[in-house]
C-alpha cells in the first residue's frame, strides 16, 4: 500500500453511482415485488453497505478504514434502477473506493437476483460522483509571486559548528509547493538581531516566515519570544495542530513552544530545530495553511 503516515486525518466523504438497465415489465414485477427473489432493493441494499466495509479484503492497495456513515439509496426509474452511495469517515485517506464498491456489489446484487426474468439487464454508469476531504478540498500550491522566507536560529550553525539541515528542509518544501526563491537567513540565538530581521522581512512584504531552532527549554531558546514581540495577533490553532500531529509520533513533541502568528499581512510560524521535527510540523501544517492566505487575501466581510 501506499504510505499515508505523512497525512493528517479529515474529514472525508465519497459519493457513487451505478445503474441496473432493466425492460420496462421486470421494473413492474419489482415495484410489485413478484419476483423468485424477493425483496430485491433491500437485499441489494444490505449487500452495498456489506461491501463497502470489505474493500480493503477485495482491493489489495485499499486501506482499512474504520466507516463512520455507509448510505444507499436504490430507486426504479424510467429504464432500471438507479443506486447511490455515500460514504463518511475522518481518516487520512479517502473512501473513494469504498463509495465505489458498494454500488458496484448493489447493482450484482440487483443483477442477481432480476436475472431470472431478465435476460438482458445491463450494468453501467459507474462512476465516482464527488469526494471531499483531503487535498481536493485545498489548494496545492502557492500561488505566483509569493514571497516565503525560512530563518535558522541557531549559535552553534551561524559559527559553522554544525552544516544546517533544517532550513534546507523547510526551503525544499516550499519550492515543492509552488515558491520559486523562498530566502535562506541564518542567526544566532540573539534577540536583536533575529527581531530586527523578522521585522524587515515583514516590512518587505514576506507572507509566509518559517523559523527553525529556538523553542525549546535552553535558556538560548529566545525564538518563541521574539517572535511574539513581532506579533500583531497569534493563531494558536497552527501551534497546536502541529503539535498534537507530532505527539503520535513522538512524546518529545509537547516540549515545543513554537508559535504562529501574524504582523501585517505576513504569517510567522516558529517551527522547532530538528530537521525530523521539522519534516512532521510542516507535513501538519500542508495543505490546510493554504487556506489561511484565501482568508489574509480575501475582501472584508468574506
Known amino acids: 500500500m501506499i504510505s499515508v503516515e505523512r497525512k493528517t486525518e479529515t474529514l472525508r466523504t465519497a459519493r457513487a453511482q451505478a445503474i441496473v438497465k432493466a425492460a420496462p415489465a421486470t421494473l413492474r414485477r419489482?415495484?410489485?415485488n413478484d419476483l423468485p427473489k424477493k425483496d430485491v432493493l433491500i437485499v441489494a441494499r444490505t449487500a452495498g453497505m456489506m461491501a463497502a466495509k470489505q474493500t480493503p479484503a477485495l482491493l489489495p492497495d485499499c486501506h482499512p478504514l474504520n466507516l463512520e456513515a455507509v448510505e444507499m439509496s436504490l430507486e426504479v426509474v424510467k429504464n432500471g434502477i438507479f443506486i447511490e452511495a455515500r460514504v463518511a469517515l475522518t481518516a487520512k485517506t479517502g473512501a473513494e473506493m469504498e463509495a465505489l464498491t458498494a454500488v458496484t456489489v448493489a447493482a450484482l446484487t440487483v443483477y442477481d437476483m432480476?436475472?431470472?426474468?431478465?435476460?438482458?439487464?445491463?450494468?453501467?454508469?459507474?462512476?465516482?460522483l464527488e469526494k471531499t476531504g483531503g487535498k481536493s478540498s485545498h489548494s496545492s500550491r502557492f500561488p505566483p509571486k509569493f514571497k516565503a522566507a525560512v530563518v535558522v536560529v541557531s549559535d552553534r550553525a551561524s559559527k559553522g559548528v554544525y552544516k544546517d539541515a533544517s532550513g534546507l528542509k523547510i526551503v525544499d518544501r516550499l519550492k515543492s509547493l509552488g515558491v520559486k526563491k523562498p530566502s535562506n537567513h541564518l542567526v544566532p540565538d540573539e534577540k536583536i538581531r533575529l527581531a530586527s530581521l523578522l521585522g524587515n522581512l515583514c516590512g518587505k512584504g514576506t507572507d509566509l516566515i518559517l523559523t527553525t531552532g529556538g523553542t525549546g527549554l535552553s535558556p538560548r531558546d529566545i525564538t518563541v519570544e521574539v517572535a511574539r514581540e513581532i506579533m500583531d495577533r497569534e493563531i494558536p490553532g497552527i501551534a497546536e495542530a502541529a503539535r498534537a500531529y507530532g505527539q503520535k509520533r513522538t512524546?518529545?513533541?509537547?516540549?515545543?513552544?513554537?508559535?504562529?502568528?501574524?504582523?501585517?499581512?505576513s504569517l510567522i510560524i516558529t517551527?522547532?530545530?530538528?530537521?525530523?521535527?521539522?519534516e512532521e510540523w510542516l507535513n501538519a501544517l500542508f495543505p490546510a495553511l493554504f487556506h489561511a492566505f484565501e482568508v489574509m487575501r480575501s475582501k472584508p466581510g468574506h
Not at 271 to 278: E, I
Request: avoid cysteine; aromatic fraction near 2%.
Open 30 to 32: 419489482l415495484k410489485r
Open 114 to 128: 432480476l436475472k431470472p426474468i431478465d435476460k438482458k439487464l445491463e450494468i453501467t454508469g459507474i462512476k465516482l
Open 251 to 265: 512524546p518529545y513533541a509537547m516540549l515545543s513552544r513554537g508559535i504562529a502568528g501574524q504582523r501585517g499581512k
Open 271 to 278: 517551527l522547532p530545530g530538528s530537521p525530523k521535527a521539522v
